[in-house]
């Protein structure tokens, strides 16, 4: 198999980057303003965090067989599936809660019909980010890869901070709340038409067996890793290796059992349970706290600063201090959870949008260093052969998080706020006990 010698030209780096921006900033911003939504709706929080639940599960059963199929049909067609995918069910989620807000429909309708047009995005949306990684992958030199591949994964990141930011921005005269819908909805057809235009259509080289990201509803889908010496784990690298028939023949099927991966993935999946929980329930804590409940519009501000503050202390985690102190697995994972166990009695005590943003941002930094923790040791328990099933069983974990953790963190938190403070540190002292008791020292640098 011969290696490319050329590096990816800007423009088409910008249109891969724009194609992963734009639905990360997209559901970002809707997540800041969907419990003022449902407040509107008089629909109870537990039912508008199960109306994600669907699309996350379609997500994480279905992105494997669009990257699979990005094989034959090719990268570009995957990524305007994807795109399409997203528009259609961003337009008509929109349209749904427009009705429902309108007096048109029944705030149950209403619901019902959004968690419908979002399955939409977790059936065809998860197409486009394994196209985009395989894309860059077979089109860049080994030299070139990780960093193509690093600015590819930045763009979540990135969106993750500009969603928040942006969705107070975007309620508008008119729509008001279903204003992030619409912007982002003709954001990603304007990408589209690019897309269309200005990448050229591909032959696929290499299998499309990158990693596949999780549904992105936090900055924890950036999938950036860090081995035990701070170098980036290249999965790419290794799953290339992989495809050498010699090598592949010496490895069979990869098993959740595997001991070697089963701390990891106990790890991964108790530590997914805790984000999962936070994250569902801080737009409803912001609107109980700050008194919100009967001026549901005013709530978006709030939540979407509070949603970048825990952006930005993810990328801080996950780009600055991982590197910068040279983390190995063990160690990135077991002091991200001790930071989580801080961070939400902070957000449990807090009573004002300060101390609340601070505690959701001491618990975000935690959960950015345990991701890639987690990622990377599950990564280097296996061996170069094996990556590519590491990284699926990896992406299964990580997206079986946000299919009914979120749900089940708000009918707690609406029982008693510290049932589901409760159930977040258990779940953390959980991990750092494996991480103490069950996992061997990171190796010296």
Not at 24 to 46: E, F, R
Not at 216 to 231: M, Q, V, Y
Not at 261 to 287: D, E, P, Y
Not at 309 to 327: K, N
């Amino acid at each position: 198999m011969d290696e490319p010698d050329v590096q990816l030209p800007r423009n088409r780096m910008a249109l891969l980057f724009m194609v992963m921006l734009v639905t990360a900033a997209g559901n970002t911003a809707m997540q800041s303003v969907m419990p003022s939504i449902g407040t509107h709706l008089k629909i109870a929080d537990v039912w508008v965090s199960l109306a994600y639940s669907w699309s996350a599960l379609l997500w994480m059963l279905l992105a494997p067989f669009w990257a699979r199929r990005s094989d034959r049909r090719g990268r570009k067609a995957m990524m305007a599936l994807g795109l399409v995918g997203f528009a259609v069910s961003f337009a008509l989620c929109g349209a749904a809660l427009y009705a429902g807000l309108n007096g048109a429909i029944s705030g149950l309708t209403a619901i019902l019909l959004f968690a419908a047009a979002r399955s939409l995005y977790g059936g065809f949306g998860s197409a486009a980010p394994p196209a985009v990684q395989a894309y860059v992958a077979s089109r860049t030199s080994r030299a070139e890869r990780t960093q193509a591949l690093s600015m590819v994964s930045s763009s979540f990141g990135l969106g993750t901070v500009l969603g928040p930011a942006l969705a107070p921005l975007l309620i508008l005269p008119g729509i008001g709340l279903i204003g992030p819908f619409a912007a982002f909805t003709i954001a990603a057809l304007v990408v589209l038409v690019l897309l269309r235009l200005r990448l050229p259509d591909d032959d696929p080289r290499f299998a499309g067996r990158g990693q596949i990201l999780g549904e992105p509803l936090s900055a924890s889908s950036n999938p950036r890793l860090t081995d035990a010496r701070g170098a980036e784990v290249e999965h790419v690298h290794a799953e290339l290796a992989a495809e050498d028939h010699s090598q592949a023949s010496l490895s069979g099927r990869l098993r959740w059992s595997d001991p070697r991966l089963r701390a990891w993935l106990a790890v991964g999946m108790l530590g997914g349970q805790a984000q999962s929980i936070l994250l569902g329930v801080i737009g409803f804590l912001l609107l109980d706290r700050l008194g919100l409940r009967h001026q549901p519009d005013a709530a978006a501000g709030p939540i979407g600063l509070v949603l970048m503050c825990g952006a930005v202390a993810t990328l801080l985690a996950q780009w600055g201090l991982i590197p910068m102190m040279r983390l190995g697995p063990r160690t990135s994972t077991l002091w991200g959870m001790s930071l989580v166990v801080i961070g939400t009695l902070g957000m449990g005590a807090g009573r004002d949008l300060h101390a609340i943003a601070t505690g959701f941002a001491v618990c975000s930094l935690g959960f950015g260093l345990f991701r890639p923790g987690f990622t990377s040791g599950a990564s280097l328990a296996v061996t170069p052969a094996e990556q590519g099933q590491a990284a699926g069983i990896v992406a299964a974990v990580n997206g079986s998080a946000y299919i009914i953790s979120p749900a089940i963190g708000v009918w707690l938190y609406n029982h008693s706020n510290w049932l589901a403070w409760g159930a977040v540190e258990l779940l953390s002292a959980l991990v750092m006990c494996i991480c103490l008791f069950a996992m061997r020292r990171d190796q010296a640098a």
